[in-house]
Antibody, heavy 121, light 110 residues
C-alpha cells in the first residue's frame, strides 16, 4: 500500500526555520517526481515546490524561492522541505504528493495527511 | 488571487448535474493538461480527473472533465450528498515555470 507520512511541523517564530519530512512506503520512491503543496487555514491549495526522481532538478514557487529548499534521500525513501526565514504567511498545512509516473506533470495520485506549520510569535 | 479562476461556490440538489468551470490562459490551460482534485472536509485532496478527462480507477463515471482552449470544466451528474466538498483545478504554467491551482469551488448539495 502506498503511503506518504509527513512530520516536522509545529510552532515557530517568524524568521525561524523548520524542516519537514515525508516518509514514503509501498512504492519505489526513487522513480517518482515529488511535490510539496500547502494550504493556509480556510484557504485553497497552493503549490510550493517539486523535485525530480534523482534530486537533480528542483523548482519553487516565487513566494518561497530563496527561503525554502526541497531535497530527497532515496536511500531512506524520504522527501524533505527545509524552510528558512519563515513568515506569518507561511502558516499552513503542508502536504507532500507523488506525481503520477507518466503523463500529466500536475497529476498527483497520492498525498500525505499533511503537517501543520504555524509561524507566529 | 489565483492564476486559474474558479467560481467560489456551486450547489445542486441530489440527482442534479452540476458543472464547475476553470478559466486560465495560453500559458497554462491553453498549452498543458488540466487535472481536478476533490477535497472532503478535513482530508487531503484526492485526484479526481487527470489529463483533462481521464478518471483514476475507483472514481465513479458520474465525474467527467473537459477542456476547450484556455478553459476547462468538471461535471458531476447524479449529484449525491457525499459529493459535498471543495474542488480544485490545476495545470502547469509555462510562463511561471510552476504548478498553478484554481482558488477552489465549494460544492453544496442542498
Amino acid at each position: 500500500e502506498v503511503q506518504l507520512v509527513e512530520s516536522g511541523g509545529g510552532l515557530v517564530q517568524p524568521g525561524g526555520s523548520l524542516r519537514l519530512s515525508c516518509a514514503a512506503s509501498g512504492f519505489t520512491s526513487s522513480s517518482y517526481w515529488m511535490h510539496w503543496v500547502r494550504q493556509a487555514p480556510g484557504k485553497g491549495l497552493v503549490w510550493v515546490s517539486r523535485i525530480n526522481s534523482d534530486g537533480s532538478i528542483t523548482t519553487y514557487a516565487d513566494s518561497v524561492k530563496g527561503r525554502f529548499t526541497i531535497s530527497r534521500d532515496n536511500a531512506k525513501n524520504t522527501l524533505y522541505l527545509q524552510m528558512n526565514s519563515l513568515r506569518a504567511e507561511d502558516t499552513a498545512v503542508y502536504y507532500c504528493a507523488r506525481r503520477v509516473y507518466s503523463g500529466s506533470s500536475t497529476a498527483f495520485d497520492y498525498w500525505g495527511q499533511g503537517t501543520l506549520v504555524t509561524a507566529s510569535s | 488571487q489565483s492564476v486559474l479562476t474558479q467560481p467560489p461556490s456551486a450547489s445542486g440538489t441530489p440527482g442534479q448535474r452540476v458543472t464547475i468551470s476553470c478559466s486560465g490562459s495560453s500559458s497554462n490551460i491553453g498549452s498543458n493538461t488540466v487535472n481536478w482534485y476533490q477535497q472532503l472536509p478535513g482530508t487531503a485532496p484526492k485526484l479526481l480527473i487527470y489529463s483533462n478527462n481521464e478518471r483514476p480507477s475507483g472514481v465513479p463515471d458520474r465525474f467527467s472533465g473537459s477542456k476547450s482552449g484556455t478553459s476547462a470544466s468538471l461535471a458531476i451528474s447524479g449529484l449525491q450528498s457525499e459529493d459535498e466538498a471543495d474542488y480544485y483545478c490545476v495545470a502547469w504554467d509555462d510562463s511561471l515555470n510552476g504548478v498553478v491551482f484554481g482558488g477552489g469551488t465549494k460544492l453544496t448539495v442542498l
